[in-house]
């Protein structure tokens, strides 16, 4: 079965700081990895995805993950972070046999000022 | 119209109470997803129609939850005689295409917060 793990429950960085949310995945054939993010009383929001090509993939809001086969990590990074990037971000996995989204446990990331 | 659309937004409801979610998907999506979410929690996959077709339905937590989508647009998520267990956020989402295209994202609707008392 597909499952991503997201190691972090919470991730504190200062704004300006460089941030990195981690997510690790197990799947059975090629991956096809999601970060969303929620802000409170909020739906899921599409950042970013990797299906094939460049292993560091660009998204929303100066988003970017790197894809690493040989770690299985999806790991989502932004150069300088934001007070308003505060919110909580899931990473997911999808499988395209059965059409299932599976998604982390999600981690809480906290900007300060 | 422009995004995924559920409504109502909130629900209270007592327990043994029936409710119904309604969940617009974006128009001419083919995939819809129902998920549901505990607090501080992830998304826990309910179901998921190809048009009008459910054709996994595997996440339904009892037989007391329902799901159709009669014409393969709007689609409703009923819960019959409500348990405080069931007390979470419900969230639809819609993607463009099948699982032949896997290529295409999922788009969230705001999700329906159900509190049962």
């Known amino acids: 079965a597909q499952s991503v793990a997201q190691p972090e429950d919470q991730v504190n960085v200062a704004e300006g700081n460089p941030l990195t949310v981690k997510c690790t995945y197990s799947?059975?054939?090629?991956?096809?990895l999601f970060w969303y993010v929620q802000y409170p009383n909020r739906g899921l929001q599409f950042l970013l995805k990797?299906?094939?090509?460049?292993?560091l993939v660009k998204g929303s809001y100066g988003f970017e993950a790197e894809f690493n086969k040989s770690q299985t990590s999806f790991h989502l990074k932004k150069p300088s972070a934001l007070v308003s990037d505060s919110a909580l971000y899931f990473c997911?996995?999808?499988?395209?046999?059965?059409?299932?989204?599976?998604f982390g446990s999600g981690t809480k990331l906290n900007v300060k000022p | 119209g422009a995004g995924v659309s559920q409504s109502p937004r909130y629900k209270v409801a007592k327990r043994g109470q029936d409710v119904a979610l309604r969940c617009d998907p974006i128009?001419?999506?083919?995939?819809l997803f129902w998920y549901q979410q505990a607090l501080g929690q992830g998304p826990e996959f309910l179901t998921y129609?190809?048009?009008?077709?459910?054709?996994?339905k595997s996440g339904l937590p009892s037989d007391r939850f329902f799901a159709e989508r009669p014409e393969g647009s709007v689609s409703t998520l009923k819960i019959q005689r409500t348990q405080q267990e069931d007390s979470a956020v419900y969230l639809c989402?819609?993607?463009?295409?099948?699982?032949?295209?896997?290529?295409?994202?999922?788009?969230f609707g705001q999700g329906t917060r159900l509190t049962v008392v």
């Open positions: 990797y299906i094939t090509g460049d292993n």
């Open positions: 129609f190809q048009n009008e077709a459910q054709l996994d």
């Open positions: 989402a819609s993607s463009l295409r099948g699982p032949d295209r896997a290529q295409t994202e999922a788009f």
């Open positions: 128009s001419g999506h083919v995939s």
């Open positions: 997911a996995v999808r499988d395209i046999i059965i059409n299932k989204f599976y």
């Open positions: 799947v059975s054939g090629n991956p096809y």
